[in-house]
C-alpha cells in the first residue's frame, strides 16, 4: 500500500558533454522532468520522464507530460492510495497515451515499493544479474573521421557495443567507416524513422547489408508496423522496433507479422515499468531478444534502466552507459562508472541499495533546477 502526500515535479536543464545529433534534431542541453514523491509514512520515491522539451520523438514534450500529471493524475494519486505500482498503472491506464508522464509517476512508486520491501529493484523486478553490459549511442557527427575516433575513445573506455545514429545521405559512409577501422566491433545503426519504401531508401537499407550490422534500429514510420514487414522480408539485418511499440500487444503484433527480429525496450515509451516487464515476458516467451534503451537519462531513469536490464530476457547490450558518457556532473551522489579493467570490464555495476539505489544529491539538484511545482494532498484528507 502505497499513501502519497506530496508530489514534486522538478525541471532540470542539464548541459550535455557535446551535442547529440539524431535524424530529428539536435540536442546541447537535456530538459528533464524529475519526480519526488513523498510517502505520508516519510519514504520518497523518484521518478525521471523520458520526454524532451519538444515533441520530436514522439508526441509528449515536458509540458504536456508535467499537465497530464498534475491535472490528471496527481490529484487523484494523492487522494487515494494505490496498492502498488501494478494496481497505479491499471488505475491510469484509461488515458490515452501520454504513456512518458505516466510512466515517471510508475517509476517514483517502484523506488517506494522496493524501498518498503527492502530490495533493490532489480531484485524486486526478478533480476538475474548484477552487471550489466554497457553500450553506447553515438550522435551523427561532423564527419566520418571524427565519427571513427568517438568509437576508438568509446571502445578502449571499455564499451562492448556500438550504436550510431544514420539518417538518409548520413547512412552508408558512417557504416564502412567504422567497419573499415573495427571491422569485428558490435555495431548497430539507429534511423529514428527517417526511411521510407521508396526505392533508393529501400536500396540503402539493403545496402547496409553487407557490414554485418547486430540490428538496423526503426528505419520506417513510428506509427508503422506493415512496412517493417515489408522491408524485413527484403533484408538479412535484423530490424529492430523501438518508436513503433508502445504497448505488449504492438510487440506481437509486430513479431506475428514478421516487422521486427529485436525489440527495444524503453520504460518511458511504453507508459512504465509495468508495460515493459509484460513486453519483456512476452519477448522471452517468444524467444525475441530485447535490449534496454535510452533517453539521455539522468542517475535517476539511468538506475532504472539498469535494474530493468538485469531481467533474463535482456541478452543483447542496451544503451547504457555511465553517467559520465552525457554528463560531466550527474544529480546523484555516486555517479555510474564503467569498469575499465578486471573480469567485469565493460560492465556497470546495478546498484543494490534499497529502491532504486541511488541518492539525489540535493546541491546539484538546486544547480539545475528551473522550475518546482509542489502537488499536496488535500488537508482535511492527511
Ligand atoms: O532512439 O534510442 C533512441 C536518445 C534520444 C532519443 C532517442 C534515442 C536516443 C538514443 C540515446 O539513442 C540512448 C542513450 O540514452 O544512451
Ligand atoms: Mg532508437
Known amino acids: 500500500m502505497i499513501k502519497l502526500a ?53 508526441e509528449e514534450d515536458n509540458v504536456t507530460a508535467r499537465h497530464i500529471l498534475a491535472d490528471y493524475i496527481i490529484p487523484s494519486l494523492l487522494d487515494q492510495a494505490v496498492d502498488s505500482p501494478q494496481d497505479y498503472a491499471a488505475r491510469f491506464a484509461h488515458i490515452r497515451g501520454n504513456r512518458m508522464a505516466k510512466a515517471a509517476l510508475e517509476d517514483a512508486l517502484w523506488d517506494i515499493a522496493a524501498q518498503q ?32 575516433e568517438q568509437v ?40 529514428n524513422s527517417a526511411y521510407t519504401l521508396a526505392p533508393h531508401h529501400v536500396a540503402t537499407l539493403k545496402a547496409l547489408d553487407d557490414y554485418r550490422l547486430l540490428l538496423i534500429e526503426q528505419p520506417l514510420g513510428e506509427d508503422d508496423i506493415i512496412d517493417h514487414a515489408t522491408l524485413q522480408a527484403q533484408l538479412t539485418t535484423p530490424v529492430c522496433l523501438d518508436e513503433s511499440i508502445r504497448t505488449r500487444d504492438d510487440a506481437r503484433k509486430a513479431h506475428q507479422l514478421g516487422a521486427t527480429r529485436v525489440i527495444n525496450i524503453k520504460r518511458g515509451r511504453v507508459g512504465g515499468l509495468t508495460e515493459a516487464l509484460a513486453i519483456h515476458d512476452y519477448c522471452l516467451a ?41 554528463y560531466a556532473e550527474d544529480i546523484i551522489t555516486a555517479p555510474f562508472v564503467l569498469l575499465n579493467s578486471g573480469p567485469h570490464r565493460g560492465t556497470i555495476s546495478v546498484p543494490n541499495a534499497p529502491g532504486i539505489g541511488v541518492r539525489v544529491d540535493e546541491a546539484r539538484l538546486d544547480q539545475y533546477m528551473i522550475n518546482l511545482h509542489v502537488y499536496r494532498a488535500n488537508p482535511s484528507r492527511r
Open 6 to 58: 506530496r508530489i514534486e515535479i522538478r525541471t532540470l536543464r542539464l548541459p550535455l558533454i557535446s551535442p547529440f545529433e539524431t535524424s530529428f534534431g539536435r540536442d546541447t542541453v537535456r530538459e528533464v522532468l524529475l519526480i519526488a514523491a513523498h510517502t505520508s509514512d516519510g519514504l520518497t520515491g523518484w521518478g525521471e520522464c523520458s520526454a524532451f522539451s519538444e515533441p520530436l520523438y514522439n
Open 117 to 148: 520491501a527492502g530490495k533493490p529493484l532489480w531484485r524486486l523486478l526478478g533480476g538475474v544479474r548484477q552487471q550489466v553490459p554497457a553500450g553506447v549511442s553515438i550522435g551523427i557527427a561532423a564527419s566520418d573521421d571524427v565519427l571513427v
Open 152 to 191: 576508438a575513445d568509446f571502445l578502449e573506455q571499455g564499451y562492448q557495443r556500438i550504436k550510431i545514429k544514420i539518417k538518409p545521405g548520413r547512412d552508408i559512409s558512417p557504416t564502412a567507416a567504422i567497419r573499415a577501422r573495427f571491422p569485428d566491433v558490435p555495431l548497430q545503426v539507429d534511423a
Open 286 to 326: 517468444n524467444h525475441i531478444p530485447v535490449w534496454c534503451g535510452g533517453m539521455l537519462e539522468t542517475g535517476v531513469g539511468r538506475a532504472i534502466n539498469m535494474a530493468l536490464a538485469t531481467l533474463p530476457g535482456f541478452t543483447m547490450v542496451g544503451d547504457l552507459s555511465a553517467s559520465n558518457r552525457f
